[in-house]
T-cell receptor
Framework: AQSVTQPDIHITVSEGASLELRCNYSYGATPYLFWYVQSPGQGLQLLLKYFSGDTLVQGIKGFEAEFKRSQSSFNLRKPSVHWSDAAEYFCAVGAFRRGSYIPTFGRGTSLIVHP | DAGITQSPRYKITETGRQVTLMCHQTWSHSYMFWYRQDLGHGLRLIYYSAAADITDKGEVPDGYVVSRSKTENFPLTLESATRSQTSVYFC????????????FGSGTRLTVV
């Protein structure tokens, strides 16, 4: 069965600093990988996704993620964090079932941004 | 309004009662999903549906029932609510296997007392 590990429960960065959120996955076939962001009291919003091709994926809000098959990782990065980036971030791996890729989510990483 | 709507936003119910959470989407997306979100567990899939009248169990289906008689609606029923079902429930939808349009609702916060 597929699984996702986000080893950091909380990450604290200063505004303007760079950010990297870690994600490791386990899946037997070619992984379909996603990063979602959740602001307080809101639903989840897709930041970016990887299906195939270029292993460096660009997303919305200045985020990018790099797929590394050898490390089973899909880490999320941003060169300069803004206070509005404070939120919960979820990595997910999609398993193919019933004609669609059903995401299995990690437990999330809470990003705290200091001014 | 267009989009995916969950109702109610907040619900308090008593142990043993039946409660139904509603999910409605206006895009005619084929796929719909129910997740629950709990601290320390992230989001866990309860049920999903590939089309009207097609539903499948997810990771944590026990104690829940779903139906999909119409494409746009995907209600989730707790047949006999328990305190362990206190959670935030999210509905989501997407049109196709590519996951391009995976959209979440704003959630229902359910408290079972």
């Amino acid at each position: 069965a597929q699984s996702v590990t986000q080893p950091d429960i909380h990450i604290t960065v200063s505004e303007g600093a760079s950010l990297e959120l870690r994600c490791n996955y386990s899946y037997g076939a070619t992984p379909y990988l996603f990063w979602y962001v959740q602001s307080p009291g809101q639903g989840l919003q897709l930041l970016l996704k990887y299906f195939s091709g270029d292993t460096l994926v660009q997303g919305i809000k200045g985020f990018e993620a790099e797929f590394k098959r050898s490390q089973s990782s899909f880490n999320l990065r941003k060169p300069s964090v803004h206070w509005s980036d404070a939120a919960e971030y979820f990595c997910a791996v999609g398993a193919f079932r019933r004609g669609s890729y059903i995401p299995t989510f990690g437990r999330g990483t809470s990003l705290i941004v200091h001014p | 309004d267009a989009g995916i709507t969950q109702s109610p936003r907040y619900k308090i119910t008593e142990t043993g009662r039946q409660v139904t959470l509603m999910c409605h989407q206006t895009w005619s997306h084929s796929y719909m999903f129910w997740y629950r979100q709990d601290l320390g567990h992230g989001l866990r899939l309860i049920y999903y549906s590939a089309a009207a009248d097609i539903t499948d169990k997810g990771e944590v289906p026990d104690g829940y029932v779903v139906s999909r008689s119409k494409t746009e609606n995907f209600p989730l029923t707790l047949e006999s609510a328990t305190r362990s079902q206190t959670s935030v429930y999210f509905c989501a939808s997407t049109q196709d296997r590519s996951q391009l349009g995976y959209t979440f609702g704003s959630g229902t916060r359910l408290t079972v007392v």
